[in-house]
């Protein structure tokens, strides 16, 4: 929505599968990208492993190799690496004294002004910048991967973030095509990889019981639910199960996972019903219920769609 | 695979969302569909309700509408629709007396041969079938929801159902599309529903804890995870997420699903070692480690086109 979008610099720390995924966002919206890794082995890889993530994302080789050309230099110092960025995203080792080394020598060497970025998967982002002078302008921006393909970014402030950093952060995200959601806590895990994780424990705990096996415990995820929540939501997919919408799928269904809840000893059922209620009421003003039955067609078409593509061959490209 | 293929006639008993669906994968398969609901108010609607499923899936209305002429018979009576029928889907009320007795009925009514298929979603097969003549030839068939969009199906048998029953309900499923996966063993809530209820639980917990919302919620699933698993299941995904596949993945991240299981008060740990090194086996058996970075950009390719078609707008199909 910014009238004159501007050409940033965009220094990336730390280039293995996230970090040179994350180039390849910030070059293929245009912006200048400058890049450290501290192993020297690594350096000589990072232009092959950017330009793939460019070509698979972008599709044109030639546009590609041009948008590396012009928008990419790799330095051998960090220094260098973010003397003139405005935003620098750490992707180096998730090892918190790691971190913190790193975010001191960030805090110093970069402009004050510039974003400092963090893909932590895991590490409360209070771990390791509590002690900065500038540590307002921390926040984390976790990726989904590879970022370069998949937009869901989750961004995390500490209690010191500046609010207008947040927002910076998620503007200038969604402005290079990223789906930048706020979590509002420092969560363990986040979310997305409390939502991951539940997933997939509950799919190791099937194969260990021998109910499925590993290959089908993927495929009931691949070819049912993700394509379905590709188009609709986790959420707004179980709206769509029952002609009452949530309501009635909770009253039909609700039991199912009140006993899973039990089984994990929470003293709380699925969903609670206070949140169970709100849920129904945001549903209904989003959709009344005489339009449920167009939105599922609306969603199977969507599916349908997805599915031939799926279908075709890699070489009917 | 099959030679001759030869044309069923299938029975749909309950014409609600889920009969309704059924009806629209054997019919656009070719075969004969003979339908019946108790509720005479819901006969009314069923042609409408499968045409549209027909044209949502099958794209061309011409083709749903002649399909549905020539395939499709609605009957008033449970005798009439089923006295054909070489294979009953039962999508009637989850309720264990309902099933119980239809099935005594079907029992008595359908061909001998005939095999009975179930789509409950949680009632153990064995609570409403036990007591029949032909018993051997029940099975749950249990789908994503809806069946005419989402192949993913569970099929589980009871202790006394034939081998040869669920070989063939396999092989028909394949046949006209879907993508079955055997349950093994009568599991509370079989596997997808317990793979779907450990991610609501999940979300609904995030919600409650405020640390997103709603919307957001379904937000980082669909602008993340469920273009990853529409093209690589969660296991194979965690596989392809660090350059030293699965192994390295558990060895760097499986400390903060670790720290989740132990918050369900779970003794073991999310992965058990034994299975841990069962499928690191399975997935370098399948995928060499050099190969790894060949299927990412497969993957890569592959959800770039789901998100360039997700992009148009439905005006532009
Ligand atoms: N792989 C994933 O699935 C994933 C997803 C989201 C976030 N993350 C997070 O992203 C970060 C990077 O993960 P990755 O998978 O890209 O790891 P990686 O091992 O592929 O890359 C890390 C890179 O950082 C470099 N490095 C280490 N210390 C450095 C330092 N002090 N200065 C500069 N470079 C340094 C390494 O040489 C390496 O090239 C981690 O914090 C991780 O938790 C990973
Ligand atoms: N909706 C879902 O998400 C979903 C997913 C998978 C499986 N299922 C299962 O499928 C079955 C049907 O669910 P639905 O969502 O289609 O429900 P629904 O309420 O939409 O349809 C049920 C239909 O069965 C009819 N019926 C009830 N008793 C009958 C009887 N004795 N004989 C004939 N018809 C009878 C009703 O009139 C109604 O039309 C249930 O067992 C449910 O658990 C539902």
């Not at 269904?253 to 929470?266: P, T």
Request: aromatic share 6%; net charge negative; glycine share 6%.
């Amino acid at each position: 929505m910014q009238v004159n979008k501007q050409t940033l610099t965009v220094a990336i720390v730390g280039a293995g599968v996230i970090g040179c995924s994350w180039a390849a966002v910030w070059v293929r919206a245009g912006h200048r990208v400058a890049i450290f890794d501290s192993d020297i082995s690594v350096l000589e890889g990072i232009r092959d492993r950017l330009l793939r993530n460019l070509r698979d994302s972008v599709g044109d080789p030639q546009a590609s190799l041009a948008a590396l050309e012009a928008g990419v230099v790799i330095h051998s110092t960090l220094e260098d690496a973010v003397a003139a960025a405005d935003l620098v995203h750490e992707s180096v080792a998730e090892k918190v004294e790691v971190k913190r080394e790193l975010f001191e020598r960030l805090d110093r060497v970069s402009k004050p002004e510039a974003i400092l970025a963090s893909s932590t998967s895991a590490i409360p982002l209070s771990q390791f910048t509590e002690g900065l002078l500038n540590r307002h302008r921390c926040v984390i921006v976790h990726p989904a991967t590879p970022p370069h393909t998949l937009p869901a970014t989750e961004v995390v402030p500490a209690p010191w973030t500046d609010a207008a950093v947040v927002e910076r952060t998620l503007s200038l995200l969604e402005e290079v095509g990223q789906s930048p959601v706020l979590v509002k806590k420092d969560h363990p895990g986040f979310a997305m990889n409390r939502l991951q994780g539940a997933l997939l424990i509950e799919m190791f705990r099937l194969i260990e019981a021998g109910v499925v096996t590993a290959a089908d415990a993927d495929k009931l995820v691949t070819d049912g639910f993700a394509l379905r929540w590709a188009v609709v939501g986790p959420l707004q997919a179980i709206d769509l199960n029952a002609d009452g919408g949530l309501e009635e799928y909770l009253a039909r269904y609700g039991d199912i996972y009140d006993r899973m809840a039990m089984e994990r000893h929470e003293t709380e059922r699925f969903v609670s019903p206070s949140l169970a209620r709100e849920l129904v009421k945001q549903f209904r003003d989003q959709l009344p219920l005489e339009q449920l039955e167009a939105k599922r067609s609306w969603r199977d078409q969507r599916i349908a769609k997805l599915k031939r593509l799926l279908a075709k061959k890699d070489s009917d490209r």
